[in-house]
Every structure is written in C-alpha cells, then in structure tokens.
C-alpha cells in the first residue's frame, strides 16, 4: 500500500480514537453508549489486523469513517436526542426525532459495500444483477440480526433498553428500521457501483469491467 494513504488511514485513525473518547466522556445513558460503539469498538482493530493481507478501497474505508461517526453520535446522546435529529424533525416538520433512521440507512448503506467488496474480490458471484441480488439479501439479513439483539436487549435490560431501541413510540419502528436498511443498501449500489469497481481494480490489479474481477496472476 502507497506510504501516504497508509499515514491517511493513521490519521483517521487517531481522529476516530479521539471522537470515540470524547463521546463517551458523559453520554446520556452509559449502558446505550456502551450497546451502540461496540461494533466500532471491534471493527477498528480488525480492519488493522486484516490492512496488510486484505486492504480494502478508499472508497470503502472513508464510508466505514462515516458509519462510524453515525454510531458514536448515537450512542453519545441517544439516537431520540440528538440534535441533528431534532433540527432535521423542525425542518421537515417531523412528529418525531429521525436520528435513528439515519442510522439504519447506513447500517445498509456501509455494509452494503463491504459485502459487494468481498462478493467481487473473491469472484463468489458472477453477474451485477446476481451481486445485486446476493449484496440486498445480506443487507436485511444483518438488519434483521441487529433487530433481534435489540429484542434481545429489550428483555435482559427491560425499561433500561429503551434508550437504546429509540422506537420513540413506533409500533413500526422494527419494519421502517429494515426499510431504511434495504434504501441505504440500494442507494450505495447505484451510486457508487462504477466507481467502487474501478478503486477494487486499482487495489486488486485488474481492468475494470463487469464485477471488476480481477486478472489470474501468471
């Protein structure tokens, strides 16, 4: 890997480190704090541990950064009060704190282009509507995962996991919550599809083309 975006991804880094701390300085509710930094908490070193034998695309790493901005400022002031949320509520003249959807549409936008990553880089799928297809249905499947460990949650913890379910009196907050996963997952795909085939060209050393596979090594 190039020197420069090795200091780049260093910086991140440490910046990542530092917001990380200074949200759980005094957040609202520990126990959500705790609930909601956790897969950045375990992300991190694994993403250091695999930069080596398995990089991943800038393009993938810089919404990895953005993802975990979302978590921590979630778990900071609880996805029901942060400001964001209310002045986004105010804007649009929401009944109700929209914070947390944000959050479920990265939980399918980021994880989204992990799974194109590996699905393309190890040629598991042959055919964009095949990807298409393969990328979405792992996308709910990890939103469902991530609504049964809120329910999980919600019986260890009882009235101490509201804060970390923000359903904010929604009966439908499960099925609006996996909704906005499967818009997150599409809209990274039509967005960014070409551009993340050319950058896995670049990392992997092939043409781009149809899945950006890359060439047999001689």
Known sequence: MPASRSQILIFTTIVLLALLALSGVRPFDRTTWVLEVAPVVIALPVLWATYHRYP??????FFIFLHALVLMLGGAYSYARV???FYIADLLD??????DKIG??????????????????????RGRKMLAFVVL???????????????????????GADEFLGTQGDPWDTQSDMFLALIGG???L????????RQIARLVGAEPGDGAQPRPRS
């Open 190 to 197: 039509l967005v960014f599809s070409r551009l993340h085939d």
């Open 56 to 61: 991943l695309t800038s393009l993938l790493y």
């Open 137 to 159: 249905s792992i996308i709910l499947a990890i939103s469902a995962l991530y609504e049964l460990i809120e329910w999980a949650a919600a019986l260890i913890l009882g009235q």
């Open 186 to 188: 599409i809209t990274a």
């Open 104 to 125: 479920h549409f990265f939980q399918g936008f980021a994880p989204a282009l992990v799974a194109r990553e590996i699905l393309v880089r190890g040629q598991y799928v």
């Open 83 to 85: 400001p964001l949320g």
């Open 94 to 99: 929401l009944s109700r704190n929209p914070y």
